[in-house]
């Protein structure tokens, strides 16, 4: 009682006083919460909604129902989406071998491999818009790097950029340059991180080379590897900038991605279709939920472990 | 250590080691080598079909005078600038507070916001693209950098306070609960005992949301059109569109757009290699 009534060092009346420790949380989380339900998470719910509307963007939306998915499914530049997207999933997950293999030969104590470590992360740091134009100078057919090394070896020239068929892998190949680096950089401090005395015990047991790193090593590089999965995932399904950079979704329309598809259809000159857009950003947003899904399921499982 | 130290191993190996990781490293930059020739080369070497050969003189002040004197480059680059920064702000001071209440305090539903943090730092921008487009529009702040700039803050809360959170839990928990004993206010421990604390993950931060603003394309696109508030990642475009086929020019205006945060990773390395791989090691 006689507590209560004490003036406090701050000032702060007996009610505030009382509940300081309950009211705080709640008054340092409110700018951050109120800015991202504002920004992130209305919106998501808004293109839910808008998914089942058609809209100009500048008139009145029209409710529809589900017509927008239903023309979905028979949309042939939709079904190339949705395959390219699976290209790049699949084709991405190889920077993080890549990234291991990378950070495992750079794993010594030699003069200057600071810097040179330094310097193979470089691609990650530059932006994508310009990762875009350096590789598409490189497939250039006329005065391509590419091509100049094949012409060297008298192997012709190839227009990837301009082939149907190669389009996107050789994007995928220009997104796997500073995807590749970041693995290496994760993994390169999870080395570091490596109990020498296992790799001591294990190679008085007579393990080496291969399955050293198989058995004793990658299984100490867990917590890097689900790191360099999360981002690399999340990576494919956003790939967006090198796609409309290179290719502007070309030759044909055989680069697309969703992300990409869901852009020209929202803000193209091709028209402003919203909901339609809206609707492939869903169905978006639902494959990515998979992934989402289990990293938080994976963090809570950590977290419970914890304090 | 693994692989084993190449100083065991014998000379000759050691030395081919030696030689090996520069030439590994000239062909992992060679496309970016290769831009960085074609900037200081003149505009005859590419009408006489010289791509590759060595530059037939230099031309590299010419080049980047250009950039600078005769193009919007130097308007893009302010508005970089003008974008990034107060996003880094923004976005630093309203994850210190959310990582502070999450990593700190125990009420109900605390993981909860956390994982809405987290899960909303994954979410793919084209769901959010059309509303947070109308939005802005709705306020008169579209082709803004303000308009990006908020927009900014409130994507980038979500990484910040994953990253924030999970740095404050590492603290001394004793520390906190010492001050609470001397009867000191919670903005009081906040202010003195946790921020100074913070640094670290603060300057980690710092690096890292600039880099990512700094290259940000996609929401500049969405949200901007023009030389007035578009950064430097939009405006190469135009620049392109400007001096087409004119390569020496573009790969010019290529290398400024992006030297910026690459001189950010150099001067801050080990901040932002620090901020990159936390949760990397156990």
Known sequence: MADTMMPNSDGAPGWIRRNRQALAPFLFLLPGVLFFLFYVIFPILQSFNLSFYRWDGLGEPVYIGAENYIELLDDRAFEVSIWNNLKWLLMYLLAIPAGLAIALFLNQNVVGIRLYKSLFFFPFVISQVVVGLVFSWFYDPTFGLLNQILGFFGLGTLNVLGDPNLVTYGIILAGLWPQTAYCMILYLTGLNAVDPEQVEAARLDGAKGFKMLWYVIIPQLRPATFIAFVVTIIGALRSFDLISIMTNGGPFGSSRVLSFYMFEKALSEYGFRMGYGAAIAVVLFLIMLLFIAYFLWSMYEEEKGGR | ?282
């Open chain 2, 1 to 282: 250590m693994f692989p084993r130290p190449i100083q065991k191993s014998s000379s000759a190996w050691a030395a081919t080691y030696q030689a090996m990781v520069p030439m590994a490293l000239v062909l992992w930059l060679l496309p970016l080598i290769a831009v960085a020739v074609f900037s200081i080369k003149p505009d005859v070497d590419f009408t006489t079909g010289n791509y590759w050969g060595w530059p037939s003189s230099f031309k590299g002040f010419e080049n980047y005078g250009k950039v600078f004197f005769a193009s919007d480059m130097p308007r893009y680059l302010l508005n970089s600038v003008l974008i990034t920064v107060p996003t880094v702000i923004g976005a630093v001071a309203l994850s210190c507070m959310t990582g502070f209440a999450l990593g700190v305090y125990k009420f109900r539903g605390n993981l909860l916001l956390f994982f809405m943090f987290v899960a909303g730092n994954f979410v793919p921008f084209q769901i959010l693209m059309v509303p947070v487009r109308d939005l802005t529009l709705d306020m008169g702040l579209y082709n803004t950098k303000t308009g990006l700039v908020l927009f900014h803050v409130a994507f980038q809360t979500g990484f910040c306070t994953l990253f924030m959170r999970n740095f404050i839990r590492a603290l001394p928990f004793e520390l906190i609960e010492a001050a609470r004993v001397e009867g000191v206010a919670e903005w009081r421990i906040f202010w003195f005992v946790v921020l100074p604390l913070m640094k670290p993950a603060i300057a980690a931060l710092s690096v890292l949301i600039f880099t990512f603003i700094w290259n940000d394309y996609f929401w500049a696109v969405v949200l901007t059109q023009g030389a007035e508030s578009q950064p430097v990642t939009a405006g190469i475009t135009s620049f392109n569109a400007q001096y087409r086929a004119a390569y020496h020019l573009m790969s010019a205006g290529s290398i400024v757009a992006a030297l910026p945060p690459v001189a950010m990773f150099f001067l801050m390395q080990r901040h932002f290699i620090a901020g990159l791989t936390l949760g990397a090691v156990k």
